[in-house]
């Protein structure tokens, strides 16, 4: 065999092992790819079901303030309504009294002034 063949074999072997070995690596890169695409993926379902936690307790949290808030102001206005009850409700005690006193007294001088007609 001449030798520029053999040169040229040779450098056609080392170019197929190098093409092979190239393929190899780009196998290894595609797997490792993959491999850290399954983690990012993971870790990001971590992050979400994390943040989703958090925005479900800050809003829990949210709503308890806004309720307790409401409860309050409706305490507030419940006492006010049953004091101003109470103060009408005095007043008209006191209203029925003097009504029933000034009713008594106007019976009791109709009957005196029929006496002293009689």
């Known amino acids: 065999m001449p030798d520029f063949l053999i040169v040229y074999m040779a450098a056609v072997e080392k170019i197929i092992t190098a093409l092979s070995e190239l393929?190899?690596?780009?196998?290894?890169l595609s797997m490792?790819?993959?491999?850290?695409k399954k983690r990012i993926?993971?870790?990001?379902d971590k992050e979400i079901s994390q943040l989703r936690e958090k925005v479900i307790e800050v809003a829990r949290t949210e709503s308890e303030?806004?309720?307790a808030t409401a409860k309050k102001e409706a305490e507030e206005k419940s006492q006010k309504i049953l004091d101003d009850t109470e103060?009408?409700?005095?007043?008209l005690k006191e209203n029925t009294k003097l009504s029933f006193d000034k009713s008594v007294k106007l019976v009791v001088d109709s009957v005196l002034n029929k006496g002293d007609s009689i």
């Open 23 to 28: 393929e190899k690596d780009i196998d290894s």
């Open 87 to 91: 103060i009408n409700l005095t007043k």
């Open 65 to 67: 303030k806004i309720i």
């Open 32 to 36: 490792k790819v993959q491999d850290m």
């Open 41 to 44: 993926l993971t870790n990001s």
